[in-house]
């Protein structure tokens, strides 16, 4: 695994807070953004060993944080959040010098999870939820075409056309290279904490025509199994053909 922000951390901003209602509640959120305003984006490139959790009314993605060098990076992006408040904390807009700086780093909460049943912290990225399912855009492109872009390449010249596909499980693309396309959301001031979250946005995966069996692909789904596995009965060699198969032949 690695990650790629869309920004350098050091660069990220926090804007000014402003009132949003969430579930009936008021609550105060802050955008993080680059110097241009822009939202925060997070790629993860990993190896895919994770599904959609469903929970009903909504959905989630656990990504696993098992590298040192990224586990790094969130922890440096914890304490640049922080900072950031910390430095915003006397003026008007925020707290106005009414809470001390060791409580803003108590009450924040990381953009890691942490359970006691699991060896390994965790992204947990939110997914889109429509008509009572996940759904997730996968945006799939053949390495094939991805070299034939000049490495000078820019704008149109360097767009790749990828195919689409609305998932509801990610089950397809397990042990497959895949890339999260994570955006950061607002900082939430509740009552008792502050914290963000992460959505996921999509799901980008990279194949080589070399890994592709055609054959299999369509004697293998739910169509054709059955066909398949009656052509391989009557193929099969007898037992007495393979005995006759075992015989040294005469002289």
């Not at 497959?176 to 396309?181: A, D, G, I, L």
């Not at 069996?213 to 007495?240: A, G």
């Amino acid at each position: 695994m690695h990650l790629e922000l869309s920004t350098p951390i050091e660069q990220i901003e926090l804007q000014a807070p402003v009132m949003n209602i969430v579930n009936k509640e008021k609550v105060a959120c802050v955008k993080l953004t680059d110097a241009q305003g822009n939202p925060i984006t997070l790629h993860i490139h990993t190896t895919a060993n994770e599904d959609i959790n469903d929970a009903g009314n909504r959905a989630y993605v656990d990504v696993e944080i098992r590298e040192p060098a990224c586990l790094d990076i969130a922890q440096q992006l914890n304490e640049h959040v922080i900072q950031k408040v910390i430095e915003k904390h006397n003026s008007p807009e925020w707290f106005n010098k009414e809470i001390p700086e060791n409580v803003i780093r108590q009450v924040f909460e990381s953009f890691m999870e942490k359970q006691k049943s699991r060896e390994h912290s965790f992204f947990r990225l939110k997914t889109p939820y429509k008509h009572k399912r996940p759904q997730v855009p996968v945006y799939t492109v053949c390495e094939a075409e991805i070299a034939k872009v000049p490495n000078d390449a820019t704008g149109d010249d360097a767009a790749i056309e990828a195919d689409e596909t609305i998932v509801a499980s990610l089950a397809p693309y397990t042990g497959k290279q895949v890339c999260y396309e994570v955006q950061i959301e607002p900082l939430r001031f509740l009552k008792t904490q502050f914290r963000t979250s992460l959505r996921l946005v999509a799901v980008h995966h990279t194949y080589n025509t070399d890994d592709v069996d055609f054959t299999e692909l369509i004697l293998n789904n739910e169509v054709h199994r059955e066909e398949k596995d009656t052509c391989l009965l009557y193929t099969s060699p007898s037992p007495r053909d393979r005995q006759k198969s075992r015989m040294p032949s005469s002289a």
